[in-house]
């Protein structure tokens, strides 16, 4: 079965410091995505990157950026340049090609806090 | 456009009540879902519709039903929920299964 670990429960950062948040997952398929979601206080999930499992490029958007590793089964989230606006609590999520979306498994998410 | 509403965004229902939460996109997607989020937990599965018909029920209680009436909508009835039923309900929707999940802000249930 397959499964994703965030290790870090909550962190606290002060506005303006680097912060990178782990993720592990374990599967047996050769094709699956990876996701990355933030959900603030309001609620609503919010989408911020997918890579499949073909594509190891590490990829930058802003002061976000992604770096997935295959060989430590690892797709690790940083925020650059913190700001009190990224405290949420950020979800990884692992999707398998075979299981027609019935295997979309959410980590257990971490609680960034930004502090001014 | 990614954009998914749900109504309502707040709902307090009695046990013996019977209510429907509802969920509505507009991208084409033919895939779409219901979550059920607890406090600090991550969102569980609950229903899979893709091409308006359920694909998965990821064994959940009777009490709640879904319906797809047609390819934007989507439909959560309840009926003799628990207090334990109170939770976030969030919808998704994508344009396949396995394709990325846009997400609608949720309605916060309070059984009583």
């Known amino acids: 079965a397959q499964k994703v670990t965030q290790a870090q429960t909550e962190i606290s950062v002060v506005e303006k410091e680097d912060v990178t948040l782990d993720c592990v997952y374990e599967t047996r398929d050769t094709t699956y995505y990876l996701f990355w979601y933030k959900q603030p206080p309001s609620g609503e999930l919010v989408f911020l990157i997918r890579r499949n499992s073909f594509d190891e490029q590490n990829e930058i958007s802003g002061r976000y950026s992604w770096n997935f590793q295959k060989s430590t089964s690892s797709f690790n989230f940083t925020i650059t340049a913190s700001q009190v606006v990224d405290s949420a609590v950020y979800f990884c999520a692992l999707s398998e090609a075979d299981n027609y979306g019935q295997n979309f498994v959410f980590g257990p998410g971490t609680r960034l806090s930004v502090l001014p | 456009d990614t954009e998914v509403t749900q109504t309502p965004k707040h709902l307090v229902m009695g046990m013996t009540n019977k209510k429907s939460l509802k969920c509505e996109q507009h991208m084409g997607h033919r895939a779409m879902y219901w979550y059920k989020q607890k406090a600090k937990k991550p969102p569980e599965l609950m229903f899979v519709?893709?091409?308006?018909?359920?694909?998965i029920n990821e064994s959940v209680p009777s009490r709640f039903s879904p319906e797809c009436p047609n390819s934007s909508l989507l439909n959560l009835h309840l009926h003799a929920l628990q207090p334990e039923d109170s939770a976030l309900y969030l919808c998704?929707?994508?344009?396949?299964?396995?394709?990325?999940?846009?997400f609608g802000p949720g309605t916060r249930l309070l059984v009583l």
């Open positions: 519709y893709s091409y308006e018909k359920l694909s």
């Open positions: 998704a929707s994508s344009q396949e299964v396995q394709e990325t999940q846009y």
